[in-house]
């Protein structure tokens, strides 16, 4: 065996990003992780979102530098500022993009071309850039320019549709922008097939990502079965038609709960021995799938009423050891305490002026010749333009100060 | 145009099941070549429903067809000795291999990622399992629930005090394929800088965490663990207010809330007009000041004042009439659809999303969702539907490997095909 390579899988890629909130900068955030210098374009005109509007914002107290979505969003990134409504700081971004591999933007279809930044004209710049344009509802088509946010088109998408307790209550909604960062994984995909593209054929493209798209992409069995069923399902709480039990189960305290999911007599047998329930294994009610199914009311309340007074955490552990499925609902805290998570070294630690230290998130794939590597918090506004403009521009010192007193670099 | 897509000189072979099957999907989506393996009997994938007319037939279930389009499909029997060895050949000219056994089979079978590199430093292995492939929980058995809920997003599904809930089509073997090509692509890209491959170690509980969107800046930046709120939105002001997300329209449900930002001043603005022409203005909506409104420090009474006037607003119009309107007055908002109205939508077919599919598939021709991006120079592979059980065995073993018709006889006696 060789040594490992110390390099990072992404090394010597450039990525400028034009980008607000989540769909955009996350991309950018993977790409980062990896090893690609990400560079973010802002301007204290018109700061992210998350900057400025959406807590949590650290000890309460907003901030620009103390939003903690945006922090954990643009780890691994420069950041610069360009008002790009005067016309020399859209000459600015361009030469930026000119020494760029990659762009990153999830305006609304049509801002960047009345920017002077849409994909000809940075074709221009750099005619080999790939640039990733991710928006709600695609470049084109009857509703192409509308504007709107992850967390409803996550309803147009079809997910809030598929998520509810049924029998007639109102859908339930996922939490926050969910379609975003479907959208997110997807670009980041795209981005990383053009690259290989650009490396066979020396060409660029546009690439127009629809995140409506993008989330059907996990729905496709329900777009299947209302074709050729006509049904239009209505959401079975955590019921599986393949599974009895399956669901969750309210443990000792109020917010514990833990989820139990049977998939056939195999593993209802080892559930019925690791809860001590030698009638529950007899009673011929469950003594099958069809059974179990049938009789799926009585399930669930014999469990619940097992699971009530014990740990959530000790039912899963002694059910995983006889090899049922079952795990705690974990809150947001407990990612945090969960030793698999820590294993993976899934939050890392980094510094910042205002947070003091942040865990930042690691990506969901490890690779083990290249891992990846977390280095940098996310930036404040403006704290690289004199590395930036000066080292990848070419700027002198006097022109960046030139610049910034004409509030172009602002 | 170049029309077979980004990634049409790879091969990738897929050995996953319905936890991971996805991740070939996606490739070759792209344009990779990607060969399904399946043991003899077939993929227990084929036996998840629906299925057409729910009568249930191996070879149509909707559940496996919406997940191995667009690849080739042969069997091969890997417990057997002779299997192992053919696939030992298959994976000399692969650039991508991708499982999901549990942790530590394709060691028994003999086929380690030091075995398989030794013959092909190129190789890429993608491994996909519940938790990962070491750790403590690497041996715990997952499903879509089990891991929902270790991920943290079912604590922020559902109704405070009543029971987390999860999505109810399985989402977690989506986000652990999608992230599965991510890793793969990320390797890929090394690779072809002149390096050799990797070994991608995929954890869904670990994929699905950014199902969660901004849930754990909570916790890292002030230590508060964010709660479910049932169909209205919380966290958004310093004040505690709840935004309803969730109205009653006349044919269902649509989702709308009240934002802050410039954005969520036109929206806000355009609904007051839209509720003042329908005569349901309130005098002290009618005269808000919306360049003072912030959602930030929004109390709910504020927020209670808006809502009311926009439910009874919103229970005049159906879904669609909602978007249109929506779109028209800039407002931020959409229907909560269901599969028909995602089915019937214009604008989908405005951008020619959907593939056509023949009766030959499911027995009724299909419309079957496209790729989410559209490519300038590449262009997209042309749809196939996914194989039927050893489609082509014959086209890879005996064309691509000169296997005879008498070898490939005795291999499917031998149950190894």
Wanted: net charge neutral; proline share 6%.
């Amino acid at each position: 065996m060789t040594e490992p390579s110390s390099k990072a899988a992404l090394d010597g890629i450039r990525v400028v990003e034009f980008a607000v909130f989540a769909a955009g900068p996350v991309v950018g955030k993977h790409l980062g992780e990896h090893g690609a210098e990400v560079i973010r374009v802002e301007s204290h005109a018109s700061p992210d979102g998350f900057r400025v509007h959406y807590p949590p914002f650290k000890d309460d107290r907003p901030g620009l530098e103390r939003g903690g979505s945006y922090a954990l969003f643009n780890d691994q990134k420069l950041g610069v500022t360009l008002d790009l409504k005067k016309p020399k700081a859209v000459s600015l971004a361009r030469r930026l993009v000119a020494k760029a591999d990659v762009v990153i933007e999830n305006f609304a279809q049509g801002v960047m071309d009345r920017l002077g930044l849409g994909y000809s004209a940075l074709r221009e710049s750099k005619p080999d850039i790939i640039v990733l344009s991710s928006c709600n509802q695609g470049q084109t088509g009857r509703r192409a320019a509308q504007r709107g946010f992850g967390s409803q088109l996550t309803s147009m998408s079809g997910f809030t549709h598929l998520t509810g307790y049924g029998d007639g209550e109102p859908p339930m909604l996922l939490y926050g922008p969910y379609v975003d960062f479907v959208a997110v994984g997807f670009g980041f995909i795209a981005v990383l097939a053009a690259l290989d593209y650009r490396r066979r054929t020396g060409k660029g493209q546009h690439i127009d990502l629809s995140q409506y798209e993008a989330g059907l992409q996990f729905l496709t069995p329900v777009l299947l079965d209302a074709q050729l069923n006509r049904r239009v399902h209505d959401p079975p709480a955590n019921r599986d038609p393949r599974a009895a039990p399956h669901g969750v189960y309210r443990c000792n305290g109020e917010s514990q709960w833990c989820a139990i999911a049977v998939f056939n007599s195999e593993e209802w047998f080892a559930f019925c021995r690791a809860a001590e329930k030698p009638e529950w294994a007899s009673d011929s009610r469950f003594a099958n799938h069809e059974n179990r199914k049938l009789h799926e009311d009585k399930l669930d309340q014999m469990i619940g009423e097992w699971t009530r007074h014990l740990e959530a955490g000790d039912i899963a552990a002694r059910l995983q050891s006889a090899g049922v499925r079952a795990g705690v609902v974990y809150s947001v805290a407990d990612l945090f305490a969960c030793p698999q998570l820590a294993h993976r070294r899934q939050w890392v630690k980094l510094d910042h002026p205002e947070f003091g230290s942040y865990e930042h998130e690691a990506p969901p794939f490890l690779l083990s010749e290249t891992p990846a590597e977390l280095r940098r918090s996310s930036p404040c506004l403006g704290e690289h333009n004199d590395y930036v403009f000066e080292m990848i521009v070419g700027l002198s010192p006097e022109e960046i100060q030139q610049f910034k007193d004409e509030g172009v670099i602002a | 145009m170049e029309t077979t897509g980004l990634l049409a000189p790879y091969r990738v072979l897929d050995l996953t099941d319905e936890s991971g099957f996805s991740c070939g999907k996606i490739l070759a989506d792209l344009g990779a070549d990607v060969i399904k393996i399946e043991p003899p009997g077939g993929d227990a994938a084929r036996f998840i429903g629906p299925f057409p007319g729910d009568r249930p037939d191996p070879g149509k279930s909707l559940y496996f067809i919406s997940y191995n389009a667009r690849k080739r499909g042969i069997t091969l029997n890997l417990e057997s000795h002779r299997g192992r060895d053919l696939f030992k050949r298959l994976a000399e000219r692969a650039d991508f291999l991708i499982e999901t056994y549990p942790p530590g089979t394709l060691e028994r079978l003999g086929l380690s990622f030091g075995t398989l590199r030794r013959q092909n430093p190129r190789l890429i292995l993608v491994s996909i399992t519940p938790f990962g492939q070491t750790g403590p929980y690497r041996d715990y058995k997952g499903s879509d629930l089990v891991t929902m809920a270790m991920s943290g997003l079912m604590s922020l599904i559902g109704e405070a005090g009543r029971m987390p809930l999860r999505v109810s089509l399985p989402q977690s073997p989506m986000w652990a394929g999608m992230y599965a090509a991510a890793g793969a692509l990320t390797a890929h890209y090394f690779r072809e800088a002149g390096n050799r491959g990797q070994h991608v170690d995929v954890s869904m509980q670990s994929s699905l965490l950014w199902a969660l969107a901004n849930g754990p800046a909570f916790w890292s930046t002030n230590r508060a663990v964010p709660t479910r709120g049932g169909s209205s939105v919380t966290g958004r002001s310093l004040t505690g207010a709840r935004m309803r997300a969730i109205y009653e329209c006349k044919d269902g449900y649509l989702n709308f809330i009240i934002y802050g930002g410039k954005a969520g001043r036109r929206s806000n603005q355009a609904l007051v007009e839209w509720i003042a022409e329908r005569g349901l203005a309130t005098e002290s909506l009618l005269n808000k000041d919306w360049n003072r409104f912030s959602i930030e420090t929004s109390t709910q009474a504020e927020i209670d004042e808006i809502e009311g006037p926009t439910a009874k607003l919103f229970l005049q119009y159906t879904k669609s009439e909602f978007l249109e309107q929506a779109f028209k007055r800039e407002m931020l908002g959409y229907p909560v659809s269901n599969a028909r109205d995602i089915l019937d939508d214009p604008h989908l077919k405005d951008r020619e999303f959907w593939q056509s599919v023949d009766e030959s598939v499911a027995g009724a021709p299909l419309k079957f969702p496209g790729v989410y991006a559209r490519f300038s120079e590449s262009g997209l592979p042309a749809f196939r539907p996914a194989p039927r059980l050893g489609q082509h065995n014959i086209e890879i073993y005996q064309g691509e490997f000169g296997l005879t018709e008498a070898e490939i006889a005795s291999l499917r006696e031998e149950k190894v095909l």
